[in-house]
């Protein structure tokens, strides 16, 4: 079946530092990669979507300049969160579209620690 | 717009017994319909999808989902329970007539199943 990694898993970083999560398709083409953040105990709220070669369409409330995406290939978006703050603490989950389907594959996730 | 509920934060059932989590949505089109779970610290495992055709969705694990039309409904069904079914649950919905591949999760439902 297709799968889809994130790297890394797990993350912690110090206030103010940017962190790159990587999301990628290992055994298909992407034409959209999605990402979702999860706070606890709570749903995926959509972050953005992104298709490959072009600029990301953000959900309304979500800072671009804050988390930056980028989709340089069919099997590669990433997922910068710059200058990252406690509140931004949270677990992050991609998401891939198939090339020519519509089946979505989600990534198993970053669980991102702001100290 | 879109939007998904989930009425019940928990389902507790015991082992052997058949299990529903429900689930309602409203989109101003035809909706795709799925069903997620998510194990702690993990991304979601599509369960199954209902696109058209036959109201009644098999899907993973012994898992199926019927749709409702009349009454907005897609709720997950499993005949008898196991342990290992302990998990969150997500339902989720996209409007096909509205373009895209936004995906609307619902809140999640905690499913306990007790030996």
């Known amino acids: 079946g297709a799968v889809v990694s994130q790297h890394p898993s797990r993350v912690i970083c110090k206030s103010g530092t940017s962190v790159k999560i990587e999301c990628r398709s290992l055994?298909?083409?992407?034409?959209?990669m999605f990402w979702y953040r999860q706070f606890p105990k709570q749903s995926l709220m959509l972050m953005a979507t992104s298709n490959e070669g072009s600029k990301a369409t953000y959900e309304q409330g979500v800072e671009k300049d804050k988390f930056l995406i980028n989709h340089a290939s069919l099997t590669l978006s990433t997922l910068t969160v710059t200058s990252a703050h406690p509140e931004d603490s949270s677990f992050y989950i991609c998401?891939?579209?198939?090339?020519?389907?519509?089946?979505?594959?989600f990534g198993p996730g970053t669980r991102l620690t702001v100290l | 717009a879109q939007s998904v509920a989930q009425p019940e934060d928990q389902v507790n059932v015991a082992e052997g017994n058949p299990l529903t989590v429900k689930c309602t949505y409203s989109v101003s089109g035809n909706p795709y319909l799925f069903w997620y779970v998510q194990y702690p610290n993990r991304g979601l495992q599509f369960l199954l999808k209902y696109i058209t055709g036959d109201n009644l969705v098999k899907g993973s694990y012994g898992f199926e989902a019927e749709f409702n039309k009349s009454q907005t409904s897609f709720h997950l069904k499993k005949p008898s329970a196991l342990v290992s079914d302990s998990a969150l649950y997500f339902c989720a919905v996209r409007d096909r007539n509205t373009g895209g591949f936004k995906t609307i999760f619902g809140a999640g439902t905690r499913l306990f199943v007790k030996a």
């Open positions: 055994d298909f083409q992407a034409t959209t």
């Open positions: 998401s891939a579209r198939r090339l020519n389907t519509d089946t979505q594959y």
